[in-house]
């Protein structure tokens, strides 16, 4: 229904996945506005773009999130962002940083955390800093000190194991 522009069909997939992603959201932006901002950005791209999705290659949820992590990567790295940061009080630093921890959990409503705890060890470090951290795979590399090609196979291997564990 989506593919064909059924508004009704949005408005439930917004009313469904908007706090979720509006959680990850929250954890790279500075404000409610900006997290606001972002998320209504994604949904339009998720709306212009949905033609593009294929079941075949991911599940609806992780489509989006791509969107949705992408944007947030985006974000973090533009100028008014980065000018931003260096304008702030340390105040609002230390009560943001604090905030972020407490939020960090809210993809949990969708039991992912209870299927990465299945992962083995270095697949669940992996895909935590890649999807949840907004790390890329270069970053990872040089974070875990792994060669590249390592972390994009284990990264992989976790997502064909969730893939598995989801069926």
């Known amino acids: 229904m989506l593919r064909q522009g059924n508004e009704q069909a949005f408005a439930y997939l917004y009313d469904n996945y908007s706090k979720a992603l ?8 500075e404000s409610t506005e900006e997290t606001e901002d972002i998320l209504q950005t994604c949904f339009l791209k998720i ?3 949905f033609s593009q999705y294929d079941p075949s290659k991911s599940r609806l ?3 989006m999130m791509n969107i949705v992590r992408n944007a947030c990567i985006d974000y973090t790295r533009s100028k008014s962002y980065k000018n931003q ?24 409503h969708i039991g992912l955390d209870t299927l990465l705890n299945k992962l083995q060890k270095d697949h669940q470090l992996v895909i935590k800093m890649a999807y949840f951290d907004g ?3 270069e970053e990872l590399s040089k974070e875990l000190n792994m ?18 564990m989801m069926r």
Not at 87 to 102: F, L, T
Not at 149 to 160: F, L, N
């Open 61 to 63: 949820y992780t489509w």
């Open 22 to 29: 509006a959680g990850i959201i929250h954890s790279y932006a």
């Open 147 to 164: 060669p590249l090609g390592t972390v994009k196979t284990k990264i992989r291997q976790a997502i064909m194991s969730l893939r598995e």
């Open 85 to 108: 940061a260096k304008n702030r009080p340390i105040e609002n630093i230390v009560y943001d940083i604090n905030s972020k921890q407490v939020h960090y959990d809210n993809h949990d």
């Open 47 to 49: 709306w212009n773009n």
């Open 135 to 137: 790390l890329t795979h």
